[in-house]
């Protein structure tokens, strides 16, 4: 990955990213370990993820930071308050927590059970309300930090087919804003970070086809494919102490959706 901008306010921190194992989250972890940064990461699948932490060791020996993997689902929220607890032990407070992990499933709103939107949110939006409560105590500690939360422009352009996931998504716009009243007065940030459709290997794969780029082309006002990189670069940006008056707030990134 090659982002131009480096961060001196990074290096040293420890970041805490949720889904880093691949797609964008594995480019947020290696842009910030590209910085400097201690990072802790947590995925529900192994196999990537550990060969993430393999490859980032090897390419990136200079960083004089860590990189370590563990294993959490985060639909268990007391296996999560665990992990970002042994995180914390391990490589420092946490001064940066990156809500990135979500699953967007496609669904028909007419077959959807009470269980099934409990998973729904579950996997989307519960656990960013509770990764934010867990590193509050280091944040505060710290006497600062930066949460991000991630949000997506599905909601915004009124698309369809996933009810819980887009639900999710634009209550977390919502959590953002409570959130960063809450913790202001400690100085930490609370932001939401808003991707357009990105062109991940699981986008790929399952839901981009000649239709659905025909629509990405149109509704686009930069006729150029949104890559994981983009989101690395403005997530770094609300991490640093560049953006340290930013709070409260929605950034898009989204190459101009209309």
């Known amino acids: 990955m090659k982002l131009t901008n480096q961060y001196p306010s990074l290096k040293g921190k ?23 940064a201690s990072v802790a990461f947590v995925d529900i699948q192994r196999e990537p993820s550990e060969a993430l932490v393999a490859r980032l060791r090897d390419e990136y020996p200079q960083t004089g930071a860590q990189v370590n993997f563990y294993h959490c689902d985060l639909t268990d929220i007391d296996s999560l308050r665990a ?23 496609r669904h028909d709103f007419r077959d959807v059970t009470p269980e099934d939107w409990d998973r729904y949110t579950a996997v989307n939006m519960r656990h960013q309300f509770f ?9 505060q500690q710290l006497g600062g930090g930066s949460i991000i939360n991630f949000g997506s422009m599905s909601w915004h352009a009124a698309q369809g087919g996933m009810p819980g996931y ?8 919502g959590l953002t804003r409570g959130l960063a009243r809450d913790m202001g007065p400690d100085r930490i940030r609370v932001n939401t970070l808003v991707p357009g459709w990105v062109m991940t290997e699981k986008q790929l ?7 659905t780029q025909a629509e990405i082309e149109r509704s686009q006002c930069l006729n150029d494919r949104l890559m994981p990189e983009s989101i690395a670069a403005m997530t770094l940006f609300l991490a640093s102490d560049d953006s340290r008056m930013c709070t409260a707030q929605n950034f898009i990134v989204d190459g101009g959706w209309i």
Do not use: C
């Open 14 to 36: 420890t970041v805490f990213v949720s889904g880093g194992g691949s797609g964008i989250g594995a480019s947020l972890v290696e842009a910030f370990f590209q910085q400097g």
């Open 83 to 105: 992990t970002i607890a042994n995180a914390a032990r391990e490589l420092g407070p946490i001064a940066v927590l990156v809500n990135n992990a979500a699953n967007d499933l």
């Open 131 to 139: 990764a934010a409560q867990a590193v509050y105590p280091f944040m």
């Open 166 to 173: 887009t639900s999710s998504k634009a209550a977390i716009e």
């Open 205 to 211: 794969t399952h839901w981009v086809n000649e239709d």
